[in-house]
């Protein structure tokens, strides 16, 4: 018998509900479409006793090329991502043909985001074509600089914690601890790495001009490519945040390198990641010189080292790619040293 938890997250699955949902709670986007024939397509679905992780397309032939999404978890609170939505649309974005998901509704009961965003594949799925996306990367380039010029006026209180290394949810106090329970051999590495890299950023994020907003997981996997008309979108605002705009360049360059290996050869992974930069700092008429350099390697750093905590703790652990992040992260550590 499911428990009260799961029946409440189970709801989200349930078309009629969903649609009542947003008719209550979204009003204005319901007038503007048709909720009666919604189709649901799971993407993620994992529902636990006390736990869930789960997310959601929802369908109808009046959302042409932009689909309902629905995310929600029990470990990240998703207002955060409604509310930096919501302060893109009025901020941001303006007078563009670049496409913002739209938010919908935040539902604090169960924890979930619904927005509004586009049908397509991410950049990964044309990464493992071995596939020409040049126009993609470019796109990237121009998607990611766009939000960086977005006022940081008003946005500072979004998800403060995530502003640095060092208080970054879940924290070290919870993942350094299931380290040492699940893999001990590991535990020493990661928390000298983490300390050192502290230790790096403090020195760093007190220059209030490399202050951004930041998506903070900008990576292929939440590069969206319309499949109507090939433009580029992001997903998953989860840990948007204002901080160093070098976050979001050093984990798109190291997770882009990281998710080719094996599918493109090196040469290829240096020309995507060096069109990107040029198109970033093009953009955004930056010079790039040893300053912005280094911060890219600390964010490299802590992109790697973030990835090989997540490799350690997911289930089933992948404690071969953990490895393999670690050794990248610890590499630029001492490299600063």
């Not at 796109?139 to 006022?151: G, K, P, R, V």
């Not at 907003?213 to 992001?234: C, Q, R, T, Y």
Request: glycine letters at 2%; charged letters at 25%; hydrophobic letters at 35%.
């Amino acid at each position: 018998m499911d428990t009260e938890h799961q029946k409440k997250i189970k709801q989200l699955f349930d078309s009629k509900f969903v649609a009542r949902l947003i008719k209550d709670q979204a009003p204005d986007f319901a007038e503007k479409y048709d909720l009666s024939i919604l189709t649901i397509k799971p993407i993620k679905r994992n529902i636990g006793t006390q736990s869930h992780h789960v997310i959601i397309q929802y369908n109808s032939p009046s959302f042409k090329d932009k689909p309902i999404f629905c995310s929600s978890s029990s470990d990240q609170n998703r207002e955060n991502a409604f509310n930096a939505l919501i302060f893109i649309q009025e901020n941001g974005f303006k007078n563009t043909d670049i496409f913002l998901p739209k938010p919908i509704l935040f539902d604090k009961h169960r924890n979930a985001f619904f927005y509004q965003g586009i049908e397509g594949e991410n950049l990964l799925h044309y990464i493992k074509l071995n596939a020409d996306i040049s126009d993609y990367i470019k796109q990237t380039a121009e998607w990611i600089s766009t939000l960086h010029e977005i006022t940081t006026n008003g946005a500072e209180n979004l998800n403060k914690q995530n502003s640095r290394i060092e208080t970054i949810v879940p924290g070290p106090e919870k993942f350094l601890k299931k380290i040492e329970q699940k893999f001990p051999e590991y535990f020493d590495t990661v928390k000298e790495n983490f300390k050192a890299l502290v230790e790096w950023e403090n020195k760093n994020l007190d220059d209030q001009k490399n202050l951004a907003l930041v998506h903070g997981d900008f990576h292929p996997e939440n590069i969206i490519i319309n499949k109507s008309n090939n433009k580029v979108s992001a997903i998953d605002f989860t840990d948007i945040c204002v901080s160093d705009y070098a976050r979001d360049i050093a984990n798109f360059i190291q997770q882009f390198r990281f998710m080719s290996l094996g599918r493109l050869s090196a040469e290829k992974i240096k020309h995507y990641q060096d069109m990107f930069l040029r198109g970033y700092f093009t953009a955004r008429d930056i010079k790039k010189d040893k300053d912005i350099e280094k911060r890219i390697q600390l964010y490299s750093a802590w992109t790697a080292l973030r990835s090989a905590i997540y490799f350690l703790l997911k289930s089933p652990a992948e404690p071969e790619n953990a490895n393999t992040v670690l050794k990248e992260a610890q590499s630029i550590v001492n490299q600063n040293e």
